[in-house]
């Protein structure tokens, strides 16, 4: 397939945009992303289960990754959850389950399960303090360091710490490398084109 024809588009022209056209440009443009489950319990003992395309590695020794959480203008249980109890759980969406995992996305009241409302089912694993998704093939269990407000559009920034990794043993391949694709693990392209991934070819690292 030829691409042909590339139109330039200034950033003063998509700002006129209306507000979801402006959101599904911008959101694509940075290609495909991860896409996962957030789970979290409140204080009061309601689960939560959110999907993002957010989550990002940070570094392996100490074992880090971000995520970041919209503005809190509007309620965001899984924000709060986060504050109070700092431990949650992210969980690649793979192909059965991306439907369902969409559907956490609505703005259901707190004190009803995202993972009841959606068809999934919560698993807690080895007494870790949030929920998994029994669905999801790879888990990690997370715990906040630090949360970094983002002043130029009022986002936040979740600094966490890797506890523990739940993964296919056919998956892990000998030098530690993570075959996601036999799980099934999909990315994402804006806020609702998902994509199944192929691996192409592991290179070798790359000297001058």
Not at 177 to 192: F, M, P, S, Y
């Amino acid at each position: 397939m030829s691409i042909n024809n590339l139109k330039h588009i200034s950033n003063s022209e998509f700002n006129i945009f209306d507000d979801r056209k402006r959101a599904h440009f911008v959101n694509s443009l940075s290609g495909v992303k991860s896409v996962n489950l957030v789970g979290t319990v409140s204080s009061e003992g309601n689960e939560n289960l959110s999907v993002i395309s957010s989550a990002f590695h940070l570094g392996a020794t100490p074992a880090l990754m971000g995520i970041i959480i919209r503005p809190d203008m509007s309620p965001r249980h899984t924000l709060n959850n986060i504050r109070e109890n700092k431990y949650f759980t992210i969980n690649h969406v793979n192909q059965e389950i991306y439907k369902r995992s969409h559907q956490t996305s609505a703005r259901y009241p707190e004190d009803v399960s995202e993972f009841e409302a959606c068809g999934l089912t919560s698993q807690y694993l080895q007494n870790f303090k949030a929920p998994f998704v029994k669905e999801s093939k790879i888990k990690l269990s997370m715990e906040l360091v630090r949360e970094v407000s983002i002043s130029e559009n009022g986002t936040h920034l979740l600094i966490s710490k890797i506890c523990g990794a739940w993964v296919p043993e056919n998956c892990l391949e000998e030098d530690g490398h993570l075959n996601i694709t036999k799980a099934g693990t999909l990315g994402v392209v804006g806020l609702d084109s998902y994509q199944s991934i192929q691996s192409l070819k592991r290179l070798p690292y790359a000297k001058p």
